[in-house]
């Protein structure tokens, strides 16, 4: 099996060296940065599995680093902020992130949940010869699970793994509305809070890939106190 390859850009070298010393024991590769310019001219000339990106930095901030690398990358992308403010996490997400975690955390968290957004990365990419072609048809959108693409009005749209997931979650449900505890639990795998904003910010940013109007979308609608849903 390849080594994965891990990105990990943050100005403070104590931090940057303690990621690296538990991600090298899980035998990935580790390229560390402590700037943004410096990881994004590695990041457009290398193959990169996954990108660990500190909201403070010197030289750009890592809201407008994962906006960039989303440009043009669907690799995972995970923050790291010192703020616990949820508006940092959900502009975050908005911009691309896949998962955040706050400082200061435990490396052992860090770990596992590195190896969640790589193992949902990996099955986006591969294909699945012994399914059938799963699809889904609904008005001018049709979601293939096989090979995990979006096309809307003719247009492919370019999903990360966790809107693919999303998307196809709500889809696979047409007509029956999903509270956002089972659709979280569902696609992350992990346990919901009522604070937990991440469901929402997805949902958002997946609107937006769609190009649907904010008030009156016409796929993925909210049912406000309970969940979303598509009809």
């Given at each position: 099996m390849d080594k994965k390859t891990i990105v990990v850009v943050d100005d403070e070298k104590e931090i940057a060296d303690l990621i690296e010393v538990y991600l090298v024991n899980e035998n990935y590769?580790?390229?560390?940065?402590?700037?943004?310019?410096?990881?994004?001219?590695?990041?457009?000339?290398?193959?990169?599995?996954?990108?660990?990106?500190?909201?403070?930095?010197?030289?750009?901030?890592?809201?407008?680093?994962?906006?960039?690398?989303?440009?043009?990358?669907?690799?995972?992308?995970?923050?790291?902020?010192?703020?616990?403010?949820?508006?940092?996490?959900?502009?975050?997400?908005?911009?691309?992130?896949?998962?955040?975690?706050?400082?200061?955390?435990?490396?052992?968290?860090?770990?596992?949940?590195?190896?969640?957004?790589?193992?949902?990365?990996?099955?986006?990419?591969?294909s699945d010869k012994e399914k059938d072609n799963l699809e889904i048809g609904i008005r001018a959108l049709q979601i293939c699970k096989t090979n995990r693409k979006c096309h809307l009005n003719g247009k492919e749209i370019a999903l990360t793994p966790i809107e693919f997931d999303i998307l196809w979650y709500l889809a696979e449900r047409q007509g029956k509305v999903i509270p956002t505890?089972?659709?979280?639990?569902?696609?992350?795998?992990?346990?919901?809070?009522?604070?937990?904003?991440?469901?929402?910010?997805?949902?958002?940013?997946?609107?937006?890939k769609m190009e649907e109007p904010t008030r009156k979308p016409k796929y993925v609608k909210t049912v406000w106190g309970v969940g979303y849903t598509i009809e």
């Open positions: 590769n580790i390229y560390k940065f402590y700037n943004g310019k410096t990881a994004l001219n590695f990041i457009n000339e290398n193959e990169v599995d996954l990108a660990l990106l500190d909201v403070m930095l010197p030289d750009m901030d890592g809201f407008t680093l994962c906006k960039t690398i989303r440009e043009r990358f669907l690799f995972p992308i995970m923050m790291v902020t010192a703020k616990v403010e949820d508006m940092d996490k959900i502009t975050g997400l908005t911009l691309g992130a896949d998962d955040y975690i706050t400082k200061p955390f435990n490396p052992l968290e860090l770990v596992a949940r590195i190896k969640t957004q790589l193992r949902r990365y990996t099955r986006y990419n591969q505890e089972e659709l979280f639990e569902q696609v992350w795998k992990e346990k919901y809070f009522d604070s937990n904003n991440t469901v929402m910010a997805h949902i958002a940013r997946l609107r937006d």
